[in-house]
């Protein structure tokens, strides 16, 4: 594209706009915005749409509507969007606590949630996901994934302006809303799939759909299968349309069309909606899948990082506090490349997930360490959510090559952590499910509560008080490590109060064929009272817990800045150091259910230095003589008597 084209192109819009909007009161703040980052946006829709007959027709609907939503954002976002253009890194302080669940199993509905702002006061939550809460098809929808309606909520859950005003009061306590964009497909019930099934061909055009077999099975040589129980390949027969409609997931999640600008356009006004609705993230859900191309796997294509571009800059001129995070579960070298201040700001990090709970499994943290070390680092501006569980299972994402130079065998060891994590690996604390299992390959992900996981559930089963505060420290353990890490870390909410799997799901006819629904517990607000009861399991995780994420928050050096992994003499321990120019903090974490070790010398070679504090014990400790670990116990070491 040359590069004169997009000024040129802006020359001739302007007056066009003016016309229309120089009278109002944002009208200078949207030419400056739209000046800044005219570039990046027409750049980025150039590529993908240049070509198209009524391309400048789309393109001024599209900066019609980038002026509209600014001159509809409320005063509190307009003043948020200031704040941030000073403060962007605001993701990357230590202060920062994301948290994420469903509204209806958390707290019932939107009035119950509205309640529930002195329990996120409590733990310290800077950033609340809420799992998508908008209308869907019942009784399927996977998980509130197939979205009717973004201006509607599920029904159960209360009204469009609840959220609203939830939102306004959850930034007035200091709480950054984040809220899902579902951008690769609508539900069969969304007003456009309705408008297809009624024969328009404008919205037809939306979506993609075949008459016959001829371009599936072309497309389909390249295509992997996502739920393969569910229907073969990527289609799926509509006998009304007598069509066959691309449906990437399952069949009533028909994927859009990006190749038309009317469906940039539409999803747009889409985003636009819920920036000014309060979200301040937005979660890109299914990133790698939104681009299609004949003769390629449809997933991580170059037009799919185009596309997001497109809409960051949009947002930097039509709502600037907007942060998007993406959500790719996908090979670790594809999830770090959608991660650039021109992109998405968040990411996901799946893989220091998986390995979390790879190094639990082998008591060793080797390929965890290896993944900090040469696949952590990110650009400026921009930083991981970490995460122990989500509302997902957990797939063993790890690079087969990062495995292989430790000499491990990744397709081999998949089956062992799979057999590890549901129970059938003797000597197993696990209590998992398998999900999507293959009984002919053992292929199948994991799911199953943090602590479930990690062994409470079986402990207190099997009525074993030793297995049990192992259980306990494992979680700790979990959570350390993302909270000392960088980054936001992300509390699935239920792990703080050691919640275990629900087998009652099997029972529920909506939920039996999906296991990831033993994770997705109701909170038991009447058990949550333990917190406060010492003496109990519910007390010690939690009390725990908030002891280092009040540590954290008050120690810069968890903030934005280095990590050093280090490579110590126990193949047990996992170590690194997290430095800025505010400070400096050792972390050490024994993986395994025996004392380890650190020599004296190693000691003094990370700490720089004789005398350190255990900010999570909050003893002194010397390295005048070696440093005994206990079991699965975490330290993080400053220099001194701090």
């Known amino acids: 594209m040359p590069a004169d084209l997009a000024q040129l192109t802006l020359r001739r819009l302007l007056p066009r706009l003016q016309q229309q909007f120089a009278g109002h009161q944002h009208w200078k703040t949207f030419r400056q915005r739209l000046e800044s980052h005219f570039q990046s946006l027409f750049a980025a829709l150039y590529a993908l749409y240049g070509t198209r007959y009524d391309f400048y027709y ?83 929808n996977d ?47 969304h007003e456009w799939a309705q408008r297809a099934l009624q024969g328009d061909a404008e919205f037809q055009d939306f979506y993609l759909m075949f008459p016959d077999r001829t371009l599936p099975n072309a497309y389909e040589r390249t295509l992997r299968e996502i739920f393969p129980d569910e229907h073969p390949g990527a289609f799926t027969w509509h006998t009304d349309l007598q069509k066959w409609v691309w449906t990437t997931f399952h069949s009533y999640q028909w994927d859009l069309n990006y190749a038309n600008m009317a469906v940039f356009v539409a999803m747009a006004q889409e985003l636009l909606f819920l920036a000014n609705l309060g979200a301040e993230v937005i979660r890109l859900d299914a990133v790698a899948f939104v681009w299609k191309e004949m003769g390629t796997p449809c997933e991580n294509l170059p037009q799919a990082h185009t596309l997001i571009r497109a809409y960051n800059a949009l947002c930097r001129i039509a709502a600037p506090a907007v942060a998007f995070k993406s959500e790719a579960i996908v090979h670790p070298d594809q999830v770090v490349e959608y991660i650039d201040p021109a992109e998405c700001q968040l990411s996901y990090n799946p893989l220091v997930m998986a390995l ?77 499910l398998p999900f999507q299992e293959n009984p002919a390959t053992g292929d199948c992900r994991i799911c199953g509560t943090c602590a479930s996981l990690a062994g409470l559930e079986q402990a207190i089963h099997q009525h074993e008080s030793q297995a049990g505060e192992y259980a ?47 994770h997705r517990v109701a909170m038991n607000w009447q058990a949550a009272e333990a917190r406060n009861q010492a003496g109990t399991t519910t007390h010690s995780i939690f009390q725990r817990l908030l002891h280092m994420v009040r540590v954290r928050q008050n120690q810069p050096a968890f903030g934005a800045g280095e990590l050093e992994v280090l490579s110590l003499s126990s193949p047990h321990i996992l170590g690194y150091v997290r430095q800025n120019t505010a ?12 004392l380890q070790t650190l020599t004296r010398n190693e000691l003094r070679m990370y700490g720089l230095g004789y005398q350190f504090k255990d900010l999570v014990s909050e003893q002194d400790i010397s390295a005048v003589q070696d440093l005994a670990i206990l079991p699965y116990q975490v330290l993080w070491l400053v220099e001194g008597n701090r």
């Open 583 to 594: 400070g400096r903090v050792l972390v050490l974490a024994n993986f395994s259910e025996h």
């Open 143 to 189: 998980g509130g994934y197939a979205v009717s309606d973004y201006r509607r909520l599920a029904k159960q859950l209360g009204d469009i302006e609840e959220l609203r005003e939830f939102a306004h009061e959850l930034s007035t306590n200091g709480i950054s809303l984040a809220l899902d964009f579902i951008f690769n497909h609508t539900s069969h019930e």
């Open 58 to 140: 789309h393109l001024e609907a599209l900066l019609t509507t980038a002026f509209h939503s600014l001159a509809e954002r409320p005063a509190y976002l307009h003043d948020l969007d200031r704040n941030r253009l000073k403060q962007s890194d605001w993701y990357q302080r230590p202060q920062g606590l994301g948290a994420v669940a469903y509204i209806d199993l958390f707290a019932g509905n939107m009035a119950g949630l509205r309640q529930k702002m002195s329990y996120f006061r409590e733990l310290g939550i800077t950033y609340l996901h809420l799992m998508p809460p908008y209308a869907v098809p019942e009784p399927e």
């Open 472 to 518: 306990i420290r494992r979680i700790i353990l979990l959570y350390s490590v993302i909270l000392s890490l960088g980054g936001l870390p992300l509390l699935y909410l239920g792990d703080e109060l050691g919640t275990q799997n629900d087998y009652a799901y099997a029972k529920n006819p909506e939920h039996a064929a999906d296991s990831r629904w033993v």
């Open 356 to 432: 979390l709970w790879e190094s639990l499994a082998t008591r060793k943290p080797a390929l965890l360490a290896q993944a900090l070390a040469r696949r952590y680092r990110l650009p400026a501006g921009t930083a991981w959510v970490n995460y122990v569980r989500v509302h997902d299972d957990i797939g063993w994402t790890f690079s087969d090559e990062d495995a292989a130079q430790l000499g491990i065998n990744g397709y081999y060891h998949r089956q062992f952590l799979n057999q590890f994590y549901t129970g059938r690996f003797g000597g197993s604390f696990a209590s998992g």
